[in-house]
C-alpha cells in the first residue's frame, strides 16, 4: 500500500493488517518507525487506515467461509464465478491450490 501523509512530519501505511508511521524530511531514512508516534494516534487518517485493515480481515474471514461452504456442499461452482472473483486478493488466498475439474 501506498505511504499517506500525516502530521506534519510522518508518513503512515498499512503492512499486514496493521498501521506503522515513517519519518519523512531532511534527516528521515525511511524506514518504518517501530511503534506509532504519539502524535499520530488520534490523527483520521490512522483511524481510517485501522477500519480498512478491519475490514480487510473481515472480508478475508468470508471468503474464507465461503469458500468452506462450496467444499462442504460439494456443489458445482461456476468458472465464470472464480474468474469474476480471482482478481481480488483475499479470494486468491483461499482458492489458490484448489483443484477445479471441468
Do not use: F
Amino acid at each position: 500500500m501506498a505511504w499517506l501523509p500525516a502530521g506534519d512530519s510522518y508518513e503512515i501505511s498499512l503492512v499486514d493488517g496493521k498501521v506503522v508511521a515513517r519519518s519523512v524530511g531532511r534527516r528521515a531514512t525511511g524506514r518504518s518507525l517501530k511503534t506509532l508516534p504519539k502524535v499520530l494516534r488520534d490523527d483520521p487518517e490512522v483511524d481510517r487506515l485501522r477500519q480498512l485493515g478491519q475490514w480487510l480481515d473481515r472480508h478475508r474471514a468470508e471468503c474464507l467461509a465461503r469458500v468452506n461452504a462450496w467444499v462442504v456442499s460439494s456443489l458445482p461452482v461456476p468458472t465464470e464465478l472464480l474468474a469474476r472473483i480471482w482478481p481480488d486478493g483475499a479470494w486468491q488466498d483461499v482458492l489458490r491450490d484448489l483443484v477445479v475439474l471441468g
